[in-house]
């Protein structure tokens, strides 16, 4: 009986040792299949086109007023939002072809540019892409694709071996396939696909704490 007596703490204490031995296993493989993106430098990047008049639509991307009174892009608000969250600078990807401020106007010039493949020339970026690891990029939604100014962002900068978290506003459709077009355009860089913020542009006015929690959830808040 006293032999049993003098089993029994070791018994317990083995199993306790397996068993924080198991937990700390698990603990170590869920901060390995987390992705935590707080180290480094990042810069926000931006595509966004404001509508001053017309109504919106599914092909448009819609607009916010400040309470400053600003009208600011969808994608422009959330950009400025992670900013104000992580204190990352912004860069305001921008045509040298100004886009129509109409939104019917905007929305055929859009329709063109997307049947026809074209690339709109870009101002330089206030911003040098190689002082950074990780780029933030937003972008809307135009008739289920990127704008082709996203196309001629991609196309005319080298991003391999840089971290890119996109972020987008659409009108319905999520993110329509953008993301395997950036995968494929941003050759040599890592993607983040499968922790990506994309809103509706209804619920943008609204969604400043989903954008909190979305940077949370990236480790970067």
Known sequence: ?????Y????????????????????????STNSTDYSGGNALIVYFSKPEMNGT???????????????ILGNVEQL????SEDTNYPTARIETVETYPDDHDTLVDQA???????FRPELKPLDANLADYNTIY????????DMPMAMYSFFETNDLSGKTIIPFSVHGGSGLAGTLESIERLASGATVE????????RNDVPDAQ?????????????
């Open 111 to 117: 329709t063109t540019e997307r049947s026809s493949n």
């Open 7 to 30: 089993l029994l703490p070791l018994c317990l204490f083995a199993l306790t040792g397996c068993f924080q031995a198991d937990q700390s296993n698990q603990n170590k493989e869920a």
């Open 209 to 221: 704490s989903e954008v909190n929690d979305w940077l949370k959830s990236l480790g970067v808040n």
């Open 137 to 144: 990029i937003g972008y809307p939604i135009w008739w289920s």
């Open 79 to 82: 950009a400025n939002w992670i």
């Open 56 to 70: 919106d639509t599914v092909a448009g991307a819609s607009r916010v007023v400040s309470e400053n009174d600003e």
């Open 1 to 5: 009986m006293r032999r049993i007596l």
């Open 193 to 200: 696909s499968e922790n990506v913020l994309s809103i509706s």
